[in-house]
């Protein structure tokens, strides 16, 4: 029996009981539930960077907002498709407050997370022209999507940006497009898992090629205006959230409540389409869906089918946090800089103690702290890294799971506490003085 901080022989156990065959290909979910059988069995706490799940409270103004909402009867009702008008309305002014750029309501539509907006989009997106059957992700990505495509049975493709960064993103990208076969490109941005930020530079390559190869861009902005290097927290002034919206009109952007607000509870969030996009119509839609336009087919025929709708209460919540941060009564960055300070002192602690950081630039520039990081250990494939670090009490998923082509582990900062900032540290000194000999391969 090896000496670990978590008891070795359970570990063990809990890895072979969980039929996992290769650990490093286990879902989030997988990982999840096999961390929660070893706390139980061992009574130990794991430092759990496994899974993005909101650290924070919720935002008190939506959660009020709901409360009055419910208290005045809206349960009872079936909200309208395509969302509350105020909803609407202060979500295209959120747009132009904290983007700078110009969308109607009418092209802000509440979904049941970001999960069911883009999912709609996939599904529409694909009916759009026979030839064009693909959607190119930009990867490392969030690994859900790829689930989405899974259960679609959608064709997806993708690359790994880390060598493709700046003017070769360009080639890149063009040596997929040229295919004539891609009718999207997704990315978030930040990106999960990385962090990585995507350049002025790169959206408008981005932008400029959606143009000239007519594909629509998802842009998922999950972690709105938390690259914490700038402050966008402002409405009305620069910086803004940077956008591909600037150099297209072929796009639709996701906007979470769940990270900013801390709301992933309530499942809502806004699908966002250019006025371009919301108008645009697609002859081959109405072969498939009755109607050829591609905003109306979202909400009148896909958001309709999948559930009818997303919640009224929680359209109420959005709409007051929206309309509190459009009047500068309400700094949502603020709320969620704590996650940058935390992933600086984490980092820190996985640094020195003779880990790596595997996406560590933009470029010329160091990669922000935020919600996520990437870490790889000397001679360690990320399997190994993510099965080794579980006898040491911390949990992670693997970026081969995101479309990686690197070695190494994505790292969420939101569940760690600041008071078990000792113990992280204290299990790295100790993983370091057990693993010195492989650091040195
Ligand atoms: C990049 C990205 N997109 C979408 C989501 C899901 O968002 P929602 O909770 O609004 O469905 C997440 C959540 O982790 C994410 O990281």
């Known amino acids: 029996m090896r000496n670990t901080p978590i008891n070795s022989e359970v570990v063990k156990l809990k890895i072979k009981e969980s039929g996992l065959n290769d650990i490093g290909k286990a879902t989030i979910r997988e990982i999840v539930a096999l961390v929660n059988q070893i706390q139980e069995e061992t009574g130990d706490k794991f430092v759990r960077m496994e899974m993005g799940v909101p650290g924070l409270q919720p935002s008190q103004i939506g959660v009020e907002a709901e409360i009055e909402a419910l208290r005045k009867g809206v349960a009872a009702d079936y909200p309208m498709l395509d969302g509350v008008k105020e909803l609407k309305q202060e979500a295209s002014k959120f747009i132009k407050n904290f983007i700078n750029i110009d969308i109607k309501p009418e092209s802000c539509v509440p979904t049941v997370g970001s999960m069911q907006g883009g999912y709609a989009v996939f599904m529409v997106a694909n009916k759009c022209n026979k030839q064009k059957d693909t959607a190119l992700f930009i990867d490392p990505g969030f690994p859900v999507q790829k689930q989405q495509f899974k259960v679609l049975g959608q064709k997806h493709t993708s690359f790994d940006i880390y060598n493709f960064r700046g003017d070769k993103l360009r080639d890149k990208l063009e040596s997929f497009l040229k295919k004539g076969n891609i009718h999207s490109i997704i990315y978030s941005n930040p990106n999960n898992p990385t962090w990585v930020c995507l350049t002025e530079q790169e959206l408008k390559i981005i932008g400029e090629l959606a143009n000239k190869y007519d594909v629509l861009i998802v842009e998922d902005l999950a972690y709105f205006a938390m690259d914490f290097r700038t402050d966008m927290s402002v409405p009305g002034k620069p910086p803004y959230q940077p956008t591909v919206a600037k150099y297209t009109d072929n796009?639709?952007?996701?906007?979470?409540?769940?990270?900013?607000?801390?709301?992933?509870?309530?499942?809502?969030?806004?699908?966002?389409?250019?006025?371009?996009?919301?108008?645009?119509?697609?002859?081959?839609?109405?072969?498939?869906?009755?109607?050829?336009?591609?905003?109306?087919?979202?909400?009148?025929?896909?958001?309709?089918?999948?559930?009818?709708?997303?919640?009224?209460?929680?359209?109420?919540?959005?709409?007051?946090?929206?309309?509190?941060?459009?009047?500068?009564?309400?700094?949502?960055?603020?709320?969620?800089?704590?996650?940058?300070?935390?992933?600086?002192?984490?980092?820190?602690?996985?640094?020195?103690?003779?880990?790596f950081i595997v996406y560590d630039t933009d470029i010329d520039k160091p990669v922000g702290d935020g919600f996520y990081f990437t870490i790889s250990y000397p001679g360690m494939t990320s399997g190994e890294l993510l099965e080794e670090l579980l006898y040491y009490g911390i949990s992670a998923i693997t970026l081969d799971n995101c479309g990686s082509d690197k070695q190494g582990l994505r790292a969420c900062v939101s569940q760690t506490q600041r008071t078990q900032f000792g113990d992280l540290e204290n299990r790295l000194k100790r993983f370091k003085e057990d693993h010195s000999s492989s650091s040195e391969l």
């Open 251 to 355: 796009y639709v952007l996701l906007i979470s409540s769940s990270k900013v607000f801390s709301y992933a509870g309530q499942r809502m969030a806004m699908l966002c389409m250019s006025d371009k996009i919301y108008h645009r119509k697609y002859p081959e839609l109405e072969e498939h869906y009755g109607a050829d336009e591609f905003g109306y087919v979202i909400v009148l025929r896909v958001l309709y089918a999948l559930t009818s709708g997303a919640s009224h209460s929680a359209q109420y919540a959005l709409a007051a946090m929206f309309k509190a941060a459009n009047e500068g009564k309400f700094n949502f960055v603020k709320d969620v800089k704590e996650y940058g300070e935390r992933a600086k002192i984490m980092k820190k602690m996985f640094i020195d103690n003779g880990f």
